[in-house]
């Protein structure tokens, strides 16, 4: 199994930006397809975006989408998380996480391997 490593995000302005890191280890991540999620405080666990083996499809939420750009390097063992344009409401932490063939994209059960996760907090 997959072991990822998130790193980055911490404390941003509105409007601005933050980037986040997952770095893989154990596997080689060209094999699976990962994914980013965000939890904030008494929510549950939201998709914000997926990149599919190679990198050649990447999947966002709607709520994310023009502003983040997911990206991977698999020579590096590691995808990345880059965040515009931040809202408060993009508090949360976020994970990354694998899998080598999930049913679907959205929903965290189809993930298998999680990392602990990093906080984001964005100010107004």
């Known amino acids: 199994q997959v072991q990822l490593v998130e790193s980055g995000g911490g404390l941003g302005q509105a409007g601005g930006y933050l980037g986040v890191s997952c770095a893989a280890s154990?596997?080689?991540?060209?094999?699976?397809?990962v994914a980013w999620f965000r939890q904030a405080p008494g929510k549950g666990r939201e998709f914000v975006a997926a990149s599919t083996w190679s990198g050649t499809n990447t999947y966002y939420a709607a709520s994310v989408k023009g502003r983040f750009t997911m990206s991977r390097d698999n020579a590096k063992n590691t995808a990345y998380l880059q965040m515009i344009n931040l809202k408060p409401e993009d508090t949360a932490v976020y994970y990354c996480?694998?899998?080598?063939?999930?049913?679907?994209?959205?929903?965290?059960?189809?993930?298998?391997?999680w990392g602990q996760g990093t906080q984001v907090t964005v100010s107004s």
């Open positions: 996480a694998a899998d080598k063939s999930p049913l679907g994209y959205y929903s965290p059960n189809y993930y298998t391997s």
């Open positions: 154990g596997r080689t991540i060209s094999d699976y397809v």
